[in-house]
């Protein structure tokens, strides 16, 4: 009975954090609303995903995933501000520090034990001197979501290249009347010819798109510590669903007026201020 209130807490907690994200016109959004956007829903993600994966047994480690997850947001928050200026490399690598402590906190782990950066088909952590009884000192996660954005991203687009450390693609049609850009997950497309601001706006779709892969559960990627002999150089830990970011594909942006959907409004906003 415990164990069910428990989820079912943590599903009603996800539910609210969905509606904390930014859902205006695209002229209503501002800087205030983008800040709480990021801080808030951050922090109840973080929350719900340490309920659902069994790692919140009292309020000190609710009050810890609540904390970390909001301060992480406000590091996704400052990612974006960094990749919608043109500094794309330091706010991947930003985004990719503010999701690793989301999944460590979220797994039991101190906020700094791994760091992680998602590459094209895969996510590669390291243990730092801060993790303990570790299984690895790297660990590989893939998932099958990046690995179909991957294949869309190749074919909608002429052209690839490597942009700010993160593949950037180029397509001489668009995918529909007045499209300049768009994003499958990580992998940000412009189309020939267009100003530089399409494809920051796309960065922060990136952004975006590691940001709720550290909001998903992962009921299949293995725990951070082992439980005897001693730690390997690498080792697999399983997939990443990334399921909060597929309900958000599927669903969201279909229900959603283009003019309404948060991830387009937040980066419209954080582009045209600058």
Not at 9 to 18: G, N, S, T
Not at 159 to 168: E, I, K
Not at 173 to 189: D, E, M, N, S
Not at 190 to 207: I, K, S
Request: aromatic share 8%; hydrophobic share 45%; with cysteine.
């Amino acid at each position: 009975m415990k164990k069910r209130t428990i989820k079912s807490l943590a599903v009603a907690v996800l539910l609210a954090a969905l509606l904390a994200f930014p859902a205006a016109k695209l002229s209503a959004v501002t800087e205030g609303t983008v800040i709480l956007g990021n801080v808030i829903g951050s922090g109840m993600t973080t929350l719900a995903r340490g309920l659902l994966q069994g790692k919140v047994h009292n309020f000190k480690d609710a009050v810890k995933c609540l904390a970390y997850g909001s301060a992480s947001g406000y590091g996704f928050y400052q990612a974006k501000k960094q990749v919608a200026s043109g500094r794309t490399l330091a706010g991947v690598l930003l985004a990719n520090l503010s999701a690793s402590v989301i999944d460590n906190v979220t797994s039991g782990e101190g906020p700094f034990s791994y760091l992680g950066f998602t590459l094209p088909l895969a996510r590669i952590e390291i243990a730092t001197p801060l993790a303990r009884h570790k299984r690895s000192l790297l660990r590989v996660t893939v998932s099958p979501r990046d690995a179909i954005s991957l294949a869309l991203a190749i074919g909608k687009s002429d052209r690839v290249s490597l942009r700010g450390g993160m593949l950037a693609f180029e397509a001489d049609t668009p995918l529909a009347a007045g499209v300049r850009g768009w994003a499958y997950g990580i992998f940000p497309t412009m189309v020939t010819g267009e100003d530089d601001l399409v494809y920051r706006h796309e960065m922060v779709h990136v952004v975006q798109s590691l940001q709720l892969m550290a909001a998903s559960p992962e009921p299949f990627v293995k725990s951070y510590r082992r439980e005897e002999g001693k730690a390997k150089l690498l080792s697999f830990a399983g997939i990443r669903a990334q399921a909060f970011g597929l309900v958000n594909d599927l669903t969201l942006s279909k229900i959603q007026s283009y003019n309404g959907y948060w991830k387009e409004a937040e980066a419209y906003h954080l582009v045209q201020s600058l």
